[in-house]
Each structure stands twice: as C-alpha cells, then as structure tokens.
C-alpha cells in the first residue's frame, strides 16, 4: 500500500471519531477537548508563526475550527507580528473547481487573515471578494494570541446564489504564505464530515437578579453620542428598563451633558428619591449610579469614581469607565492602563493620590478596544506595568496580591461572547468590551451580552425588547454583571462601639455619638485620601464632634475602646 493511501485511510478512521459539540466562541478554549477532530503538524522549523494543529468540530449552525501556533500572533493583523494566514475551504470536495491552491484543492472561500478579504472563488471572476459578514464569521481572541477559535456559518449563501456547503463534508487547508507553512503539509488532505448528532441545546440567559442585593453594573458604548439622537431613544429606553442596572458605564457620549443624562435616568428608571439618579462626566465617559459618587480622579480616558453603596453593604465601591484609545494605538493604550495599575496599587497603600480601606470592592469596565497586543489586558488582569520608569514596577491588583478577573459573559441567547458587530466593517466581531473586577472581594453572580437581534419573539416579549432594538442603538452591545460581596473580606466588628452610628448623617457642622457603655474612646476622621484630620480622645458614654472645619466630603469615622476593638462608619460632610 502506497504512503499516500495509508495516509488516507488513518484520516478517515479519525473521520469516524469526529463529533459534534457545543463550542462558545469566547476565546477561552475549555470546550476544545481531545475527542474533537485534531491534525496535528509535523515537526518541523519554520521562521516565525509556525502553525502546530488545528482542530475542527461542528454544530447545526456553524463550523468550529481552533488553531493553535507555536507563538503569538493577531490573527486580523499581519503587521504587529509578521504572519500571512490563509484559511481555503474546498466546499464542493472538487479540487477542479474554485481557486486552485494545490493539485489537491480548489478552495471555493480563501480568507487572507492578515489583509482582512474574504476571496469568493465560486465564480470564475478574478479576485471576487465577499465579507466576513457574508460567511457569519466569528472569531476569538481579538488580541494576540497563540491559539484562536472561529465559526462559520453552515447554511450561508456568501454571494447570494452558492450555498457555501453544499456537501456533508468539506476539505480544510491552512497556509501561512510568509513562511511557506502549509497545514496539511504537500501530498496530505484533511476532509472534515460533518455529524448531525445534536448538541445541548443552550439555555438563555435570564434579565433578572437572582437577589436584589447583587450590584448590577452595566458597560455600554453609546457609538457617536447616539444617546442624542432622539430616533434612538426608544430603543436605548427598552434595554436599559430590561437590564435595570445600579451602575452604568457610557462612552463615547462626549457631547451630552449631566443634566442630560441624569433627566433620561430619573424619567426611564425614576428612584423615588429626592436625588435621583446620581450622574458625572469625564470627556466621553458618562458614569451614572443609584448611589451618591463621592469622590472622583483624572485618568487618560479612564474615570475612577468612589461610589457611597447603602450601609447594608459595607463598604464603598472604586468604580472607573475606561474608554481606551483604539486601533493602532497600541503604546498609547498601554500606557493607560499602566497608569491605570499605578492608581490602584497606590490606592491599595498609605498615602499618594488615593487610599482606601482595605478589601474596598473595585471594578473597572468599557470599551477597551483591545485589538492588538495582549499585553494591555495583562497589564489590567496582574498590574505588570509595561512603562516602569513613569509608573513604577507592577504587582498584583487585588487586595490578597492576586490577579484581577475578567468576565466570562456570553451573549443571552447564544453561545458567542463578542460585545461588538459592524456587518460593513472589514472586521468580523468581537470581544472589545470588558468587566474587570476585583474577585477577592467580589464574586460575579451572573453576567451576559445582550443582542436583541438573535433573540425570539418570546424572549424579546419577555422583557420588553423588539428584534432590532439594540443594532439601532450602537454597534456594541451591553454588557452587564451582578456582583455579591463576599462578607469575609469586610472589618465587620463584631461588638458595637456606639448604639446608634453618627448622626445626623450628612451633617454640615456637629455629629452625636452615642457609645453603648461609658468607657474611655478614641475618635479618628480619616479623609477620602487616608489622611487623619481629627483625633479626640473622650471618656464618655455620648459625645458631640465638631466637625465644622471639615471640607465637604467623603469621611471616615473610626471609634476605638480600651480594648482596641474598633468600628468605623462613613461620614459625608455637606
């Protein structure tokens, strides 16, 4: 038996092995397990990307294929890492018809990676290109990595008369053309055949809370300030009634204004209290809370705001809506959130621009337009802080010196987890939208995408939402995440110092502290940067603190006994 007959045959008795299987493309490669189809390369030395083994599975709807490379590259972009990839399809199993690639394929779709075109090659028209769009193209990550997961549609017609599939299998060629790679290597073919066994169907993704207590953030980019645009407004009125969230991240609203914002708010979402809705503004970062935002700092389109949370929780929340530079900006998006770690390792420690009590729940989340090195969402994840000689060496952000958390949200309805689609761009969509929070003291409860377009009829009844609500609202999607505290990690006391708290609380000139026994206290009022303004020591059982020389503000109250047993409370000094 010849070599190349042999060869055949063992792929066809993996062909038998093939399954189908439930993939998510949300670049994260835990479903991709070894029963999936794999071909793996041959050792060999290729300079630069040199692709190692790909594998390939399938469902009702899409094709999967996940490729793996022995380095990084951007699977889009073929100038930050020098790379050529080439994926053919030969859909018709006809190596006479289509583009020609080899002897043994004539490929129908040719997608050239690095230059974004898709080749149609059904017809004989030289050079015959469709869209990304066109084959229901996904893909994940958007940064640079050394592996990629991606979905193409079964049942596209990309020209609008060829069904891309009209066979039960296909035969799937890789080239990275910079290197001369080919995978399969000359003289190899790798045919897929497709298997129609159904896969678990996927459970959307219930709107609601599953405890009113959860804090609900959602991240949404408003595309051009289309919040202005009164044609929208239904529509963005819809999702956020639907979504109901406690904290909202805006960007790219640069022109509205507080008032604006805080009147859509408090008519679309009213409180019922005298305040309503609390909104600020930094550029075209909008942040809005149900809560009182204390406190505020500058960051290169990076907004970190203090949010005062009800009492019950505990603590105050560090909350910052980043809008990064995109594109090609990869230096200039690097040294963001370099400056971004710098600020909240500061705040981790005594002194500089910010400090806060320790366990203070943080999260961070926008359009991040991550699109090029991985390396700028390293940096928010583990604080390795690229520009060290502006801002300090790195260390871990959360607050036991451990890597933050991204969100693994998944669109509601379907297994995808890109937050951003443009069916004219030159790009397939993706993930550019993030939450990142601190998961030592935050645990994410549940957190989804919303695409009204892939929803149905029932679901969109469900809560409240129509079929194109929220493509005519932006090209990004929200993204939204419930986050519980996690108790322990609060300096909750066990005794109480003083029967009643502080009061009145706000207060303009004079608090009353009413202790439960008469011992001797200590009194200490930290200001919002960790700075001591006041310290009384008093032998009491109430005691009346002026606080008139006090700026207006965020304040902490310590209160300590002779047994140093402490309890602290938040001031806010009108």
Not at 459 to 466: E, K, M
Request: proline share 4%; aromatic share 12%.
């Amino acid at each position: 038996m010849g070599r190349f007959s042999l060869f055949v045959l063992l792929l066809c008795s993996i062909f038998n092995y093939a399954q189908s299987a439930p993939i998510a493309i949300d670049g994260k490669f835990d479903d991709w397990n070894s029963t999936i189809t794999t071909y793996t390369d041959t050792n060999e030395t290729k300079d630069g990307v040199d692709l190692l083994e790909f594998q390939v599975t399938n469902d009702a709807e899409y094709l999967y294929i996940k490729v793996k490379a022995n380095k990084e590259f951007d699977l889009t972009d073929g100038s930050l890492i020098p790379h050529n990839f080439f994926l053919y399809l030969d859909t018709d199993l006809d190596s006479s018809t289509g583009f020609r690639v080899r002897d043994d394929y004539g490929a129908e779709i040719g997608i050239a990676f690095a230059d974004r075109i898709v080749f149609n090659n059904f017809t004989n028209t030289p050079n015959d290109q469709v869209r990304f769009s066109d084959l229901e193209f996904r893909a994940a990550p958007t940064v640079t990595s050394n592996e990629f997961e991606m979905a193409i549609g079964r049942n596209v017609i990309p020209d609008g008369v060829n069904p891309l599939f009209p066979s039960s299998s296909v035969k799937i060629l890789i080239r990275n053309i910079a290197n001369f790679d080919w995978v399969p290597n000359l003289n190899s073919v790798f045919t897929y055949t497709f298997d129609e066994t159904p896969v678990p169907t996927y459970t959307p993704i219930n709107f609601n809370k599953t405890d009113a207590n959860f804090i609900r953030v959602l991240a949404y980019n408003t595309k051009l300030n289309s919040l202005l645009d009164n044609s929208k407004l239904d529509e963005y009125e819809r999702i956020i009634k639907a979504i109901n969230p406690d904290i909202i991240g805006f960007v790219e609203s640069a022109d509205t204004t507080i008032q604006y914002i805080k009147s859509l708010f408090d008519n679309w979402l009213p409180l019922g209290t005298s305040e309503g809705w609390f909104v600020k503004k930094h550029g075209g970062e909008v942040t809005v809370s149900k809560w009182n935002i204390v406190q505020e700092w500058d960051l290169d389109r990076q907004f970190p705001v203090l949010i005062d949370l009800p009492e019950r929780y505990g603590t105050d929340l560090l909350y910052t809506n980043a809008h990064l530079n995109c594109c090609g900006a990869d230096d200039r998006r690097q040294s963001q959130v370099d400056q971004y770690a710098a600020f909240v390792l500061d705040a981790k420690s005594d002194g500089g621009i910010i400090t806060l009590p320790e366990n203070t729940p943080i999260v961070y989340s926008g359009d991040l337009n991550l699109v090029g090195l991985s390396n700028q969402l390293t940096t928010l994840l583990t604080g390795q802080i690229q520009n060290t000689s502006i801002y300090g060496a790195g260390a871990p952000l959360d607050w036991d010196n451990t890597d933050f958390k991204q969100d693994d949200a998944l669109q509601t309805d379907i297994r995808m987890g890109y937050t951003w689609r443009s069916d004219g761009s030159a790009f397939p969509p993706g993930k550019l939208d993030f939450i990142i929070y601190s998961d030592h003291v935050l645990t994410a409860e549940k957190t989804y995408v919303v695409q009204t377009e892939v929803m149905s009829n029932d679901r969109l009844n469900a809560v409240g939402l129509q079929q194109l609500d929220t493509s005519t609202a932006s090209d990004h999607f929200p993204v939204v995440a419930d986050f519980s505290i996690q108790q322990n990690t609060l300096n909750i006391t066990e005794e109480k110092l003083l029967a009643q708290g502080i009061y009145p609380n706000p207060s303009t000139d004079f608090i009353t502290l009413s202790f439960t026994t008469r011992d001797q206290y200590t009194i200490e009022v930290y200001n919002i940067l960790g700075s001591l303004v006041i310290s009384k020591k008093v032998e009491a059982k109430e005691f009346v603190l002026d606080i008139n020389s006090l700026a207006s503000g965020l304040f902490y109250i310590s209160v300590y006994n002779t047994n140093r047993q402490k309890e602290t409370f938040k001031l806010i000094k009108k």
